[in-house]
C-alpha cells in the first residue's frame, strides 16, 4: 500500500506533469485519476504527441506537486516513474471495459464541475507505478511497488 502522504496527494490534486520519451522529452500537464492501488490514469486526443510517444516508449513519468511560494520547506510532492498502456476503443478486451467505465466515472465525478465530457476521440491511458518518490520540503523517501500490488 502507498503511504499515507502519497495516497492524499493523489487524491486531492487535480493535474500533474507527464513525461514521455520521443525524440525529445516530452512534458505536459494533464488531469489524472488515481484507482487507489497500483495505478493513475488520464484521458488524451489519440493524436496528441503524448500518446505517439507512448506508443513508441512505454516508459514515462509523472510529477503532482505542491508549493508553499513562502516556505519551500512545505513543498511537497510525487514522482511516479512506470509504464504506460493506452486503451483504444475497440481494441481492448472485453473485460476491461468494466475497468475503463470505471475509469471514467472517476473522472467525471473528480472532474465534472471544470470539464464538459464529450467524445473528441479521446483515450484513456494507465500508468502502473514501478516506483515512487515521495518529498516533502528536503526530506526524500522512494520505493519499488511490490509486483503482486
Given at each position: 500500500?502507498?503511504?499515507?502522504?502519497?495516497?492524499?496527494?493523489?487524491?486531492?490534486?487535480?493535474?500533474?506533469y507527464?513525461?514521455?520519451?520521443?525524440?525529445?522529452?516530452?512534458?505536459?500537464?494533464?488531469f489524472?485519476?488515481?484507482?487507489?492501488r497500483?495505478?493513475?490514469?488520464?484521458?488524451?486526443?489519440?493524436?496528441?504527441?503524448?500518446?505517439?510517444?507512448?506508443?513508441?516508449d512505454?516508459?514515462?513519468?509523472?510529477?503532482?506537486d505542491?508549493?508553499?511560494?513562502?516556505?519551500?520547506?512545505?513543498?511537497e510532492?510525487?514522482?511516479?516513474?512506470?509504464i504506460?498502456?493506452?486503451?483504444?476503443?475497440?481494441?481492448?478486451?472485453?473485460?476491461?471495459?468494466d475497468?475503463?467505465?470505471?475509469?471514467?466515472?472517476?473522472?467525471?465525478?473528480?472532474?465534472?464541475?471544470?470539464?464538459?465530457?464529450?467524445?473528441?476521440?479521446?483515450?484513456?491511458?494507465?500508468?502502473?507505478?514501478?516506483k515512487?518518490?515521495?518529498?516533502?520540503?528536503?526530506?526524500?523517501?522512494?520505493y519499488?511497488?511490490p509486483?503482486?500490488?
Amino acid at each position: 500500500m502507498l503511504a499515507r502522504e502519497v495516497r492524499e496527494l493523489l487524491n486531492t490534486n487535480y493535474f500533474g506533469y507527464l513525461c514521455t520519451r520521443g525524440r525529445y522529452p516530452h512534458i505536459t500537464p494533464i488531469f489524472f485519476v488515481y484507482d487507489q492501488r497500483k495505478s493513475v490514469y488520464f484521458m488524451s486526443e489519440y493524436s496528441s504527441r503524448k500518446i505517439r510517444n507512448i506508443l513508441k516508449d512505454r516508459h514515462v513519468s509523472l510529477v503532482v506537486d505542491v508549493r508553499d511560494e513562502d516556505d519551500p520547506f512545505n513543498n511537497e510532492g510525487i514522482l511516479i516513474s512506470g509504464i504506460a498502456r493506452v486503451y483504444i476503443p475497440g481494441e481492448v478486451e472485453m473485460y476491461e471495459y468494466d475497468i475503463l467505465y470505471t475509469v471514467y466515472d472517476l473522472f467525471k465525478s473528480k472532474y465534472s464541475e471544470f470539464l464538459e465530457f464529450e467524445d473528441r476521440g479521446d483515450v484513456i491511458v494507465e500508468i502502473r507505478m514501478e516506483k515512487v518518490s515521495y518529498w516533502k520540503g528536503p526530506f526524500f523517501r522512494s520505493y519499488r511497488m511490490p509486483e503482486d500490488f
